[in-house]
């Protein structure tokens, strides 16, 4: 079965400096990758997402991220950590299988602090 | 804009009393999803519609209930809402049910 494992419950960086949040899946077959950002009492907004192509990916509020298949990893960065990106991080996958129904595996998140 | 909508955004209801929230959606995706999320983790699928196809996950309890009466509306219900049902309950959709899923701000319930 596939499984999201996202290193860091919490992270804490100041403003200004790189965000780093890490990523591993476990899968046979590279699967659809996803970063959700959760603020708090709102529902879920994709960052960014790989399906095939380019392994570096861009996404919405300068984030970006880039598919290592050599090393099942997705991470999440940002160069310059913003007060606004102070959220709840998830790191989804979604099987490519055509038996798939589309339901995302989720990691169990990261919080992502910013002090000031 | 297209969007997912959930109301209310806030629900209190009694131990026991059945409840019901709602979902719909303009992006006329064929796939919508229901996730139940507790504090401090992730999001847990309990059912979800591709098109008309109801497919519940095992390990969701019979007291959580959904109807998609048409493409735009699908509805969860809690027949006998228990303390440990308090939550947040999302909505999600998705076009193919291969790709991202797009969600609704949620609706936090509070079980008294």
């Known amino acids: 079965a596939q499984s999201v494992t996202q290193l860091g419950s919490h992270v804490s960086v100041s403003e200004g400096a790189l965000v780093l949040l890490r990523c591993n899946y476990s899968?046979?077959?590279?699967?659809?990758l996803f970063w959700y950002v959760q603020y708090p009492n709102q529902g879920l907004q994709l960052l960014l997402k790989?399906?095939?192509?380019?392994?570096l990916v861009k996404g919405i509020n300068g984030f970006e991220a880039e598919f290592k298949k050599s090393e099942t990893s997705f991470h999440l960065t940002k160069p310059s950590a913003h007060m606004s990106d102070a959220a709840e991080y998830f790191c989804?996958?979604?099987?490519?299988?055509?038996?798939?129904?589309?339901?995302?595996?989720f990691g169990q998140g990261t919080t992502l602090q910013v002090k000031p | 804009d297209a969007m997912v909508i959930q109301n209310p955004r806030y629900q209190v209801t009694q131990f026991g009393k059945p409840v019901t929230l709602s979902c719909s959606q303009t992006?006329?995706?064929?796939?919508m999803y229901w996730y139940q999320q507790k504090s401090s983790q992730a999001p847990k699928l309990l059912f979800h519609y591709y098109d008309k196809d109801f497919n519940n996950e095992a390990d969701t309890p019979d007291n959580f209930q959904s109807r998609r009466p048409n493409t735009s509306f699908c509805f969860l219900d809690i027949r006998s809402p228990g303390l440990g049902d308090a939550a947040m309950y999302l909505c999600?959709?998705?076009?193919?049910?291969?790709?991202?899923?797009?969600f609704g701000p949620g609706t936090r319930l509070t079980v008294t």
């Open positions: 999600a959709t998705s076009r193919t049910g291969r790709g991202e899923q797009y």
């Open positions: 790989y399906t095939t192509g380019a392994t």
């Open positions: 992006l006329n995706h064929n796939v």
């Open positions: 899968s046979s077959v590279p699967p659809y």
């Open positions: 989804a996958v979604s099987d490519r299988g055509s038996s798939n129904t589309g339901k995302l595996i």
